[in-house]
C-alpha cells in the first residue's frame, strides 16, 4: 500500500528520541502533579507516543493536525518545546498557552498543530474544515485529526467522516485505540469490532488497523494516506491499536483493565518496539543509551526551566477574547 | 443628498441577506457559503437566492443535514484563511451544534492565549410569528447571549441586514447573525455599494422624551407602531433598536434613559434569561439616578411557543403589551 521509502536508521534514532522525550515529559507531568505543581487534571499519552511521533514523520510542516485533550505528544511531535508544554501545566506566563489552555487545550499554531479539544469528538469536522480550506486555497496542505476509540460513538464522528467523503477532502481521521473509552472497554459499548476502521466502509472510505506502537507502521499508514490525499483521492481512516499507562486521567487509577492485559502491553512498549527496530538496523545499545541520556538531560532541563519561569500573568484574563486582543462587550 | 441615489430602489430584507453576502463576495474572494439547501434550491426561506448562480459550486457549497459539520468546518476553515458564512436553517437547530457555538468557537481564541482566531459567520432564521411551533418559532438570541466569545448581530431592516452582513464578514471575531423570519417579507431603502452598520452600535429609530423602549430585529417594529399609539396618547416615544447583542451598546441606551428616565425592553425571547435582563442590570447598576419608574421587561412568555395563531400573540411580545408597559412607567 506504501509507496513511503523504509525510514533508515539515523531518522529512526531522531523518532525514538522525540519518542523518548516525550515519555519522560509525561513522566515529569505526572511527578509535578503529585508534587503539587500541576493542578487540574492530566490525561496522559505514556505509551501513545508512537502514534504522534510517526505520523508527524509522514507529514509536511504545513500540513494541520487537531488533537484531544490527551494531547501531549502531539503538540510535541509538532514541535512544541517540553519546556513550553510543561510551563503551560504549571500556571506560568511562559506556556504554551499563556497558562489560559491547561493540559487539555495544549496548541501549537507554529506548528499548524491548532489545537487539542476536550469536548469528544468537536475536532473532527474541524480538521475537515481545514481541508476544505486547503482544497479551496489550492495549497495540497492535509489535514489530520487524532481521536480516542470513544470518539467513533460520537455524532461528530459520523458527520465528519460523511461530509469528508462527499466532498473528497485530503484529511486522515487516525484514530488511537487504547481499548478504553474512560473506564469501560470500547468493546462494551460499541457494536462493531473495530470502533474507527470497520465504520469506514459506510462512508466509502479505505480504512486500515495499524500497530500503534511501531513508530514505523504508523508512518507507512500515515505517509500513503498523505499521498492518497494530496492527490485528490480524498480521505482515510486509519485505527492504530495502542495502550496507555496510566489510567484516563490524573484520578484514575485504571484497576479496572486485567493484570493480564497490562503486562502484555507493557511488553509491547513503543520505545521497545523502536530499540528492537534500531538494533535489527545495526544501531548500537551504548548510541541509543546516549539518546536515552540525552532526553533525560532536555527533560530535566525542561523542567528546571518551567519551575523558575514567571506565573500566569494576571492581566491576561482579559486578553485574547476578541482578535483585538481585547475582551470587551458593551459600550 | 448624495447618499440617496435618483435610482436608489426598495428591497425586501429576504433578498437584503443575499444582496449583503453578495457584496461581501464580490470583494473578498476568502468568503465562502455553506449550508443545507443553500445553493440552487437558493435556501428554504430564498434568503441565498442568485448567489450559487453568480459564484458557483467553489465558492456555495450544499452540505448534508449535519449541523455540526457545517459549524465544526466552518471553524477549521476559518482557522486557515477562509471566512466562511455558514448556515444554521431555523435558530432552534443551533442546539444540534451547541458544542461549537459554546465550546469551541468562542473560546478557541482565549484558551490557545490568541494563537487561532476564526473569523466566521453563523446566519440563522430566528423568532416566531409565523405559526411553525415549538420547534421552529423560537427567539434564540439569548441563548449566544450566555456564551462570552461570540458577536450577536440581529438586524431589523434591510438596510441594516447588508450593513452589518458586511461588518459581520469581515469582523475577525465569530459572528452569530439571527435573521428574523418574521421579517423577511419586510421593505425598506436599497443602500448604496460599501454601506457598512459597525457591530455594537444601536440606532435611534425614533426620539422621544417620555419614555425609552430598547427593541432588536422583530421587535423593532412592534416598538415603532405602539410609539405611534402612545404619541396619541400624549406620550412620547424613543425607540432604540439595539442592533447587535455583543457588543452591547449600553452607551447609546443609557443616553436615552437619561432623556427619558423610563425604560421598557421589547424582547421575543423568553422572559427568563432574556437580553433585556442585562440591559435592565446595566442600567439599574450605573442609571439608577436616571430613572424616574420602576423598569419594565415586555418578552415572550416563559412557555414552548404555541402553534395556533391565538396562542402565539398571546405568548409573544405584541404592539398592546408594550403600550400597556410604557403607559404603567410613564405614568408612573
Partial sequence: ?331 | MASVKADAGTISYREAVAEGIAREMRRDPAVVCLGEDIGAAGGVFKTTAGLFAEFGPQRIWDTPISEQAIVGAAMGAAMTGIRPVAEIMFSDFLACCWDYLANEIPKVRYMTGGQVTVPLVIRTANGGGLGFGAQHSQAVENWALTIPGLKIAAPSTPADVIGLMASAIRSDDPVVFFEHKGLFASKGLLPPEGHLVELGKAAVVREGTDVTLVALAYTVPIALAAAERLAAKGISTEVVDLRCLIPMDMTTVLASVAKTSRLVTVEENPHQAGWGATVVSVVVDEGFQLLDAPVRRVASANVPLPFADALEDEVMPTVDKVVAAAESVANF
Avoid at chain 1, 171 to 185: A, Q
Avoid at chain 1, 243 to 249: C, E, T, V
Fill in chain 1, 1 to 331: 500500500m506504501s509507496s513511503a521509502p523504509a525510514i533508515e536508521a539515523a531518522r529512526l534514532l531522531d523518532l525514538y528520541e522525540q519518542m523518548a522525550v516525550i515519555r519522560r515529559t509525561e513522566k515529569a507531568v505526572y511527578d509535578l502533579f503529585l508534587a503539587g505543581l500541576v493542578k487540574g487534571t492530566t490525561h496522559l499519552a505514556s505509551g501513545q507516543e508512537a502514534i504522534a511521533v510517526g505520523a508527524s514523520a509522514a507529514l509536511r510542516p504545513d500540513d494541520y493536525v487537531f488533537a484531544t485533550y490527551r494531547g501531549h505528544h502531539h503538540a510535541m511531535a509538532r514541535g512544541a518545546s517540553p519546556q513550553a508544554c510543561l510551563a503551560e501545566l504549571m500556571q506560568k506566563a511562559t506556556g504554551l498557552c499563556k497558562a489560559k489552555g491547561g493540559s487539555m487545550h495544549l496548541t501549537y499554531a507554529a506548528g499548524n498543530m491548532l489545537g487539542s479539544y476536550a469536548i469528544v469528538g468537536a475536532h473532527l469536522p474541524m480538521a475537515v474544515g481545514t481541508a476544505w480550506s486547503a482544497r479551496l486555497r489550492g495549497t495540497e496542505q492535509v489535514s489530520v485529526a487524532f481521536f480516542g476509540d470513544g470518539a467513533t460513538n460520537i455524532g461528530a464522528f459520523h458527520e465528519a467522516l460523511n461530509l469528508a467523503a462527499v466532498w473528497k477532502l485530503p484529511v486522515i481521521f487516525v484514530c488511537e485505540n487504547n481499548l478504553y473509552m474512560e473506564y469501560t472497554p470500547i468493546g462494551a459499548v460499541t457494536a462493531a469490532d473495530h470502533p474507527a476502521a470497520d465504520r469506514a466502509p459506510a462512508y466509502r472510505l479505505p480504512a486500515q488497523v495499524v500497530d500503534g506502537n511501531d513508530v514505523v507502521a504508523v508512518h507507512d499508514a500515515m505517509a500513503a494516506a498523505a499521498l492518497r490525499a494530496r492527490e485528490g483521492e480524498g480521505p482515510t481512516v486509519i485505527e492504530a491499536e495502542t495502550y496507555r499507562h496510566y489510567g484516563h486521567s490524573r484520578t484514575d487509577p485504571a484497576t479496572y483493565r486485567p493484570a493480564e492485559e497490562v503486562e502484555r502491553w507493557l511488553k509491547h512498549d513503543p520505545l521497545d518496539v523502536a530499540r528492537a527496530r534500531l538494533e535489527a538496523l545495526g544501531v548500537t545499545p551504548d548510541a541509543i543509551g546516549k539518546v536515552d541520556d540525552r532526553a533525560s538531560a532536555q527533560v530535566a532541563e525542561a523542567v528546571a526551566e518551567a519551575k523558575a519561569a514567571p506565573p500566569a500573568d494576571i492581566a491576561e484574563a482579559f486578553t485574547d477574547v476578541w482578535a483585538d486582543g481585547g475582551s470587551a462587550w458593551r459600550t
